[in-house]
Nanobody, 114 residues
């Protein structure tokens, strides 16, 4: 099983990025998926989640700015990030929960400059 994130990078405040998490080796539509982020010296923070039925949830800090989605045909999870703020700077991880087993991607850096 493998999760590979892409789409990170550097952007100015107010800009947008779209993260992707390509999955292989999973029964994709049976998994609950989420995005987490972490900055050095801080605990990892849950950002957003999406159920196998497509129900979405967001942390208050990103609500209205970020959109999580999944494409079951492409086995890919997405996070559209708009109106980015400097405090969104972090390493972002996709997380899959499949039959109560958790898997994480390797992480991808997002840097937002003022």
């Amino acid at each position: 099983v493998q999760l590979v994130e892409s789409g990170g990078g550097s952007v100015q405040a107010g800009g947008s990025l779209k993260l992707s998490c390509a999955a292989s080796g999973f029964i994709f539509n049976a998994c609950i998926m989420a995005w987490e982020r972490q900055t050095p010296g801080k605990e990892r923070e849950w950002v957003s989640g999406i159920s196998s039925f497509g129900t979405t949830n967001y942390a208050d800090s990103v609500k209205g700015r970020f959109t999580i989605s999944r494409d079951n045909a492409r086995n890919t999870l997405y996070l559209q990030m708009n109106s980015l703020k400097t405090e969104d700077t972090a390493e972002y991880f996709c997380r899959f929960s499949c039959y109560n087993v958790y898997y994480w991607g390797q992480g991808i850096q997002v840097t937002v400059s003022s």
